[in-house]
């Protein structure tokens, strides 16, 4: 009876470690060919630039002001307005499909070890 169960146990382990493995490659199959969009672990919130300027301002004031407004429109330019999260998203879901392909292997380990013992003690 012990040995029914373990044998059970190990293919049951064995193929439901394939298939976290095997779905967890699809999915990054797919979002890495864009057929689907990462999920959104990361948000960027929206920021209100459109602060009221007085006009009685000083030199100096005005002059940190461009100069401000001039590098933001240069960072603008240089990189897309949501490259930083769409990276972050990239990185969580890397970093999740990594674990989730780390415990599928565990388990389809712990199976196989079920298996070849209800195989050796039959023997």
Do not use: C, H
């Not at 919130?45 to 000083?58: K, M």
């Not at 930083?84 to 499909?97: G, K, M, R, Y």
């Amino acid at each position: 009876m012990e040995l029914e169960i373990k044998k059970f146990l190990g293919i049951g382990l064995i193929i439901i470690g394939l298939g976290i493995f095997f779905w967890d490659i699809k999915e990054s199959y797919y979002y890495f060919t864009a057929k689907k969009e990462f999920p959104q672990v990361f948000i960027q919130s929206v920021v209100n630039n459109s602060a009221n300027q007085e006009t009685s301002l000083s030199t100096q004031d005005q002059l940190n002001a461009l100069i401000t407004n001039q590098l933001n429109q240069q960072i603008q330019q240089l990189l897309p307005k949501n490259s930083i999260t769409e990276l972050f998203n990239l990185i969580s879901w890397s970093v999740f499909a990594a674990f989730l392909i780390y415990a599928a292997t565990k388990l389809i380990n712990i199976g196989r070890e079920f298996w070849k013992d209800s195989r050796e003690i039959n023997q």
